[in-house]
C-alpha cells in the first residue's frame, strides 16, 4: 500500500530537488572549486545567488520528461530501455535544452542521443562496450532518475530496476549503480528514520564488489571515525585524497560525486538544509549531487523539513527545456499530482478520487491541495500585497483544500497590485541562457479563467475590488475586464474570458486588488484564492511580427534541427536535409482548426504539422515533390498515409486549414478541399510547422481555433 501522505511526499522531494540544483548550479565546477567556494561563501546558510527566474537544467529535465515512457510507450506492461530510449529522441530538440550538448565522446548524453539516432537501441547506446568505460561512468547515471524513486515508495528493489533500466540508455556499469543507489535511497526515505537507513538500502542494491559500493562504505568508515559535522571537510579532503577526480577522467565521472553524496548525506545528519549545503560545499558536480540528495532529504524530512528560505523562491514554479513550450511552463504541485497518479497505477493502486480530479490535462487548475502550495503565484507590489499558503479551504469542498493568502496592507486611494500567474516566459525575465528553455502559453485568447475568493477585511473604509486582467507580452499593455466587488465572509466566483490579444501571446493573467478607502480608515485584511482555472477553447493568432527570436527559437515556438528565423513579419524554416520542425500550442490539444499560410521558396517539402506528442510523433501535411501533397505520419519513421495530385510552385503563398474531429483530418488550400483521411491515431498533441527534406519555407500567417 502507498502511504496516506504519498503525494505530500512526492512533493517535498520533487521540491527538494530543485532546491539542491538551484543551490549547486552557481558554483559548478570549471571557475568554481572547492578552495573558490569556501574563501567566497565560506560556512553556506542560503542560496548564493537570486534569480530572477530559474531555468531548470537537465538535472531537473530528466526526471520531468524521461519518466514520460510509462505514459508514451509502457503502458499496462513493465519498462524497457527502449521505452526510454524513445522519450530521449521524443522530447529533446537536437543539439539544444534537455541536457548537457557537449560533443560527441565528450558529453555523455550527447553521445548517447547520437547512437539513438544512428539507430543503435538501448541500452547499447550506453553500454561501455559502444561508448567506452570512462564515458560510461559520468555522472548522469544518477542525475535523471529520482522521479522513479519517487513512483515506488518502500519498494527499492523496484525503484532501483527502473532507474538502471531508465541509466542503460546513457551509462553502464559504476553508471548504472548510482541510478540504482539514488533510486533505492528515495525510496527507502518514504518510511526511514534515519540516514544511516537510506544509505544502508541504496548499497543493498547494488554489487557489494564495485566501486561504487566502495566509494560509498570507505565515507562510511571515515564517517564513523569523524562524526561530527564540521568534520565533513575532513572526508571531503580524504575523497580528494583517495577518489577524486585525477583518478577517475572523464568530464565528470560518477565516483568522486558519489562520494559526495554519501557524505552530505550521513554528514547532515537528516537536516534537510544542511544536507543540500554541505553537498555544495564540497564542489565537484555540485547541483547534481545537492539535487540527489535533496530528493532523498526532501521525502525523508517532508514539507515542513524544507526551510522557508530555500523554499519559498522556488515558489512552485520552474521552466525547462523540452520540445513542448506547453508542458515547459511546468507548476511543481500540478506535476506531483500527475507523478502521484502516475506512481499508484505503476503500483497497481486505484488513485484517490480527489487526486484523479485534480489531474485535468490541457488546462491551468489550481486547488492548493499540496500544503503550502503557492502555485507560482506574483504579486507587483510586495508593500501592499503579500502572498502565503493557508490551510483556509473553499467552503463545502472537501477539507483537504488550501488556498492562496493574499493580504492587502493598509490600502487607500491610488494604491493597486497585481496577483498573476505566469503562463508565458520572455528572455527578459531570466539572468542567463541556461539550458535555452521556450514556451508556448498555457492560457490563450478565448479561454474561461474562474476563481473562488473569500474576502476576510479586517478594516477600511472602502470596498476591495479586484480587476481581472491579462497582459499583452509585446506591447506589455494590461488588458483589464469588468471590476468586481468582493464581499466579506462569503465566497465569490470571479469568471471571465480572456480577450483577444491581436497575434501577442499572453504572459499574466490575474487581477488589480485595490481598495480606495480614506488615510484615516485604510483598507486591511486578507482575501483568499481557492481554486484556480484557465480552461476552456481557446482562439488565437500568432503575428510573427510581434515575436522575437529568444533562446534561438521564434516565440513562442520550439525548433527541432534546421535554422529558424525572422524576417519583415514572417518566420523562415530551413533544412539542411534532415527532417525540420517547429512546434507550439497546447500539448494535449484535440478537435481544432488550424489557419496557416506559407510559401515554398526552395525544396519539394513544406508543409503543417498537428497533433503533435514530441519530434518523433506527429502529423505532417503538406507539399510533398511535384505535383503532390501528402499526409505523413511520423513514428520513429515518416510514413506516407494518403498522396493526392496538387499543382504548387515555389514563390507563391498558400494558405492552409486543417480541421481536426475526433480521428478525422481534412485539408483545404486556397479554400478548395484538397485530402480527408480519417485514422489519426494520436489523440491529442500539438501544432506547428516543417520540412522534411532539404528547402526554405515562409511561415507567414496563423490562426487557431478549438472545437473540443
Same mark, same amino acid.
Request: aromatic fraction near 12%; charged fraction near 25%; charge should be negative.
Given at each position: 500500500?502507498?502511504?496516506?501522505?504519498?503525494?505530500?511526499?512526492?512533493?517535498?522531494?520533487?521540491?527538494?530537488?530543485?532546491?539542491?540544483?538551484?543551490?549547486?548550479?552557481?558554483?559548478?565546477?570549471?571557475?568554481? $572549486?572547492?578552495?573558490?567556494?569556501?574563501?567566497?561563501?565560506?560556512?553556506?546558510?542560503?542560496?548564493?545567488?537570486?534569480?530572477?527566474?530559474?531555468?531548470?537544467?537537465?538535472?531537473?529535465?530528466?526526471?520531468?520528461?524521461?519518466?514520460?515512457?510509462?505514459?508514451?510507450?509502457?503502458?499496462?506492461?513493465?519498462?524497457?530501455?527502449?521505452?526510454?530510449?524513445?522519450?530521449?529522441?521524443?522530447?529533446?530538440?537536437?543539439?539544444?535544452?534537455?541536457?548537457?550538448?557537449?560533443?560527441?565522446?565528450?558529453?555523455?548524453?550527447?553521445?548517447?542521443?547520437?547512437?539513438?539516432?544512428?539507430?543503435?537501441?538501448?541500452?547499447?547506446?550506453?553500454?561501455?562496450?559502444?561508448?567506452?568505460?570512462?564515458?560510461?561512468?559520468?555522472?548522469?547515471?544518477?542525475?535523471?532518475?529520482?522521479?522513479?524513486?519517487?513512483?515506488?515508495?518502500?519498494?527499492?528493489?523496484?525503484?532501483?530496476?527502473?532507474?538502471?533500466?531508465?541509466?542503460?540508455?546513457?551509462?553502464?556499469?559504476?553508471?548504472?549503480?548510482?541510478?540504482?543507489?539514488?533510486?533505492?535511497?528515495?525510496?527507502?526515505?518514504?518510511?526511514?528514520?534515519?540516514?544511516?537507513?537510506?544509505?544502508?538500502?541504496?548499497?543493498?542494491?547494488?554489487?557489494?564488489?564495485?566501486?561504487?559500493?566502495?566509494?560509498?562504505?570507505?565515507?562510511?568508515?571515515?564517517?564513523?571515525?569523524?562524526?561530527?559535522?564540521?568534520?565533513?571537510?575532513?572526508?571531503?579532503?580524504?575523497?580528494?585524497?583517495?577518489?577524486?577526480?585525477?583518478? =577517475?577522467?572523464?568530464?565528470?565521472?560518477?565516483?568522486?560525486?558519489?562520494?559526495?553524496?554519501?557524505?552530505?548525506?550521513?554528514?547532515?545528519?537528516?537536516?534537510?538544509?544542511?544536507?543540500?549545503?554541505?553537498?555544495?560545499?564540497?564542489?565537484?558536480?555540485?547541483?547534481?549531487?545537492?539535487?540527489?540528495?535533496?530528493?532523498?532529504?526532501?521525502?525523508?524530512?517532508?514539507?515542513?523539513?524544507?526551510?522557508?528560505?530555500?523554499?519559498?523562491?522556488?515558489?512552485?514554479?520552474?521552466?525547462?527545456?523540452?520540445?513542448?513550450?506547453?508542458?515547459?511552463?511546468?507548476?511543481?504541485?500540478?506535476?506531483?499530482?500527475?507523478?502521484?497518479?502516475?506512481?499508484?497505477? $505503476?503500483?497497481?493502486?486505484?488513485?484517490?478520487?480527489?487526486?484523479?480530479?485534480?489531474?485535468?490535462?490541457?488546462?491551468?487548475?489550481?486547488?492548493?491541495?499540496?500544503?503550502?502550495?503557492?502555485?507560482?503565484?506574483?504579486?507587483?507590489?510586495?508593500?501592499?500585497?503579500?502572498?502565503?499558503?493557508?490551510?483556509?479551504?473553499?467552503?463545502?469542498?472537501?477539507?483537504?483544500?488550501?488556498?492562496?493568502?493574499?493580504?492587502?496592507?493598509?490600502?487607500?486611494?491610488?494604491?493597486?497590485?497585481?496577483?498573476?500567474?505566469?503562463?508565458?516566459?520572455?528572455?527578459?525575465?531570466?539572468?542567463?541562457?541556461?539550458?535555452?528553455?521556450?514556451?508556448?502559453?498555457?492560457?490563450?485568447?478565448?479561454?474561461?479563467?474562474?476563481?473562488?475568493?473569500?474576502?476576510?477585511?479586517?478594516?477600511?473604509?472602502?470596498?476591495?475590488?479586484?480587476?481581472?486582467?491579462?497582459?499583452?507580452?509585446?506591447?506589455?499593455?494590461?488588458?483589464?475586464?469588468?471590476?468586481?466587488?468582493?464581499?466579506?465572509?462569503?465566497?465569490?466566483?470571479?469568471?471571465?474570458?480572456?480577450?483577444?490579444?491581436?497575434?501577442?501571446?499572453?504572459?499574466?493573467?490575474?487581477?488589480?486588488?485595490?481598495?480606495? $478607502?480614506?488615510?484615516?480608515?485604510?483598507?486591511?485584511?486578507?482575501?483568499?484564492?481557492?481554486?484556480?482555472?484557465?480552461?476552456?477553447?481557446?482562439?488565437?493568432?500568432?503575428?510573427?511580427?510581434?515575436?522575437?527570436?529568444?533562446?534561438?527559437?521564434?516565440?513562442?515556438?520550439?525548433?527541432?534541427?534546421?535554422?529558424?528565423?525572422?524576417?519583415?513579419?514572417?518566420?523562415?524554416?530551413?533544412?539542411?536535409?534532415?527532417?525540420?520542425?517547429?512546434?507550439?500550442?497546447? =500539448?494535449?490539444?484535440?478537435?481544432?482548426?488550424?489557419?496557416?499560410?506559407?510559401?515554398?521558396?526552395?525544396?519539394?517539402?513544406?508543409?503543417?504539422?498537428?497533433?503533435?506528442?514530441?519530434?518523433?510523433?506527429?502529423?505532417?501535411?503538406?507539399?510533398?515533390?511535384?505535383?503532390?501533397?501528402?499526409?505523413?505520419?511520423?513514428?520513429?519513421?515518416?510514413?506516407?498515409?494518403?498522396?493526392?495530385?496538387?499543382?504548387?510552385?515555389?514563390?507563391?503563398?498558400?494558405?492552409?486549414?486543417?480541421?481536426?474531429?475526433?480521428?478525422?483530418?481534412?485539408?483545404?488550400?486556397?479554400?478548395?478541399?484538397?485530402?480527408?483521411?480519417?485514422?489519426?491515431?494520436?489523440?491529442?498533441?500539438?501544432?506547428?510547422?516543417?520540412?522534411?527534406?532539404?528547402?526554405?519555407?515562409?511561415?507567414?500567417?496563423?490562426?487557431?481555433?478549438?472545437?473540443?
Amino acid at each position: 500500500m502507498l502511504p496516506e501522505n504519498y503525494l505530500e511526499k512526492v512533493y517535498a522531494g520533487f521540491l527538494g530537488m530543485n532546491v539542491g540544483i538551484r543551490l549547486g548550479a552557481p558554483l559548478e565546477p570549471g571557475e568554481w $572549486s572547492y578552495e573558490k567556494i569556501k574563501e567566497i561563501h565560506g560556512d553556506i546558510r542560503g542560496y548564493v545567488k537570486d534569480y530572477h527566474t530559474f531555468a531548470a537544467d537537465d538535472d531537473a529535465n530528466g526526471p520531468v520528461y524521461f519518466i514520460r515512457a510509462l505514459i508514451d510507450d509502457a503502458k499496462g506492461r513493465e519498462l524497457t530501455p527502449e521505452d526510454v530510449g524513445r522519450a530521449w529522441l521524443n522530447y529533446s530538440r537536437e543539439g539544444i535544452g534537455m541536457f548537457w550538448w557537449g560533443g560527441d565522446q565528450i558529453s555523455t548524453e550527447h553521445t548517447a542521443y547520437l547512437n539513438l539516432k544512428k539507430g543503435i537501441p538501448a541500452p547499447k547506446s550506453g553500454s561501455a562496450e559502444t561508448n567506452g568505460l570512462i564515458m560510461a561512468e559520468q555522472i548522469g547515471g544518477q542525475i535523471f532518475i529520482d522521479t522513479w524513486g519517487l513512483l515506488f515508495p518502500n519498494n527499492m528493489e523496484k525503484a532501483a530496476d527502473y532507474a538502471e533500466i531508465a541509466a542503460s540508455v546513457s551509462h553502464d556499469k559504476n553508471g548504472l549503480y548510482g541510478a540504482r543507489f539514488m533510486a533505492a535511497c528515495i525510496s527507502k526515505a518514504f518510511s526511514a528514520i534515519s540516514v544511516d537507513e537510506v544509505v544502508e538500502a541504496g548499497l543493498s542494491v547494488i554489487p557489494s564488489d564495485s566501486t561504487y559500493h566502495d566509494v560509498v562504505q570507505a565515507v562510511i568508515d571515515f564517517y564513523q571515525e569523524h562524526p561530527e559535522e564540521e568534520d565533513f571537510r575532513k572526508c571531503r579532503q580524504f575523497l580528494e585524497d583517495e577518489w577524486g577526480y585525477d583518478k =577517475y577522467t572523464g568530464v565528470c565521472h560518477i565516483i568522486p560525486n558519489a562520494g559526495v553524496c554519501a557524505l552530505a548525506l550521513l554528514y547532515g545528519k537528516g537536516n534537510f538544509a544542511r544536507t543540500v549545503e554541505i553537498a555544495t560545499m564540497c564542489s565537484w558536480d555540485t547541483d547534481c549531487n545537492a539535487g540527489n540528495v535533496g530528493t532523498i532529504l526532501g521525502v525523508m524530512a517532508g514539507i515542513d523539513g524544507i526551510p522557508v528560505h530555500y523554499r519559498a523562491p522556488i515558489n512552485d514554479a520552474i521552466v525547462t527545456s523540452s520540445v513542448s513550450g506547453y508542458l515547459n511552463v511546468l507548476d511543481i504541485p500540478t506535476f506531483c499530482k500527475e507523478l502521484a497518479v502516475l506512481g499508484y497505477e $505503476s503500483n497497481g493502486e486505484k488513485a484517490p478520487d480527489w487526486l484523479v480530479e485534480g489531474v485535468r490535462l490541457g488546462e491551468v487548475y489550481f486547488d492548493f491541495t499540496v500544503p503550502g502550495a503557492t502555485h507560482g503565484f506574483k504579486t507587483s507590489n510586495s508593500f501592499k500585497t503579500l502572498l502565503r499558503a493557508s490551510d483556509v479551504g473553499v467552503d463545502g469542498v472537501e477539507g483537504r483544500r488550501g488556498s492562496l493568502s493574499v493580504l492587502f496592507d493598509r490600502m487607500v486611494e491610488g494604491d493597486s497590485s497585481k496577483v498573476f500567474y505566469k503562463p508565458f516566459y520572455r528572455r527578459e525575465e531570466f539572468n542567463d541562457e541556461k539550458y535555452k528553455p521556450t514556451f508556448a502559453p498555457t492560457a490563450y485568447s478565448g479561454q474561461k479563467v474562474s476563481a473562488k475568493i473569500f474576502l476576510d477585511k479586517w478594516q477600511g473604509g472602502a470596498d476591495v475590488y479586484l480587476t481581472p486582467y491579462v497582459r499583452n507580452s509585446f506591447t506589455k499593455e494590461e488588458l483589464k475586464l469588468d471590476r468586481v466587488v468582493l464581499r466579506q465572509d462569503e465566497w465569490l466566483e470571479v469568471d471571465f474570458v480572456i480577450p483577444e490579444t491581436d497575434g501577442a501571446m499572453i504572459d499574466e493573467v490575474g487581477f488589480i486588488v485595490e481598495s480606495p $478607502s480614506p488615510l484615516n480608515n485604510r483598507s486591511f485584511g486578507k482575501f483568499y484564492i481557492g481554486e484556480f482555472r484557465i480552461y476552456g477553447n481557446a482562439e488565437y493568432s500568432i503575428d510573427f511580427g510581434k515575436q522575437a527570436v529568444e533562446f534561438k527559437c521564434v516565440t513562442p515556438f520550439a525548433h527541432h534541427r534546421g535554422e529558424w528565423t525572422l524576417e519583415d513579419g514572417v518566420m523562415k524554416g530551413v533544412s539542411d536535409g534532415e527532417d525540420t520542425s517547429s512546434f507550439t500550442g497546447n =500539448y494535449y490539444g484535440r478537435d481544432l482548426v488550424l489557419e496557416a499560410g506559407l510559401k515554398p521558396v526552395s525544396g519539394q517539402s513544406h508543409g503543417v504539422i498537428f497533433r503533435a506528442k514530441g519530434t518523433e510523433r506527429y502529423y505532417f501535411v503538406g507539399f510533398d515533390g511535384d505535383g503532390q501533397v501528402s499526409l505523413v505520419k511520423n513514428d520513429f519513421g515518416f510514413k506516407r498515409l494518403k498522396s493526392v495530385p496538387f499543382e504548387w510552385k515555389s514563390g507563391e503563398k498558400y494558405d492552409f486549414q486543417v480541421a481536426l474531429q475526433g480521428t478525422s483530418v481534412q485539408i483545404e488550400i486556397n479554400g478548395v478541399p484538397v485530402l480527408a483521411y480519417d485514422g489519426i491515431e494520436n489523440e491529442y498533441g500539438m501544432v506547428g510547422f516543417g520540412l522534411l527534406e532539404k528547402g526554405e519555407t515562409e511561415f507567414q500567417r496563423f490562426y487557431l481555433k478549438e472545437m473540443n
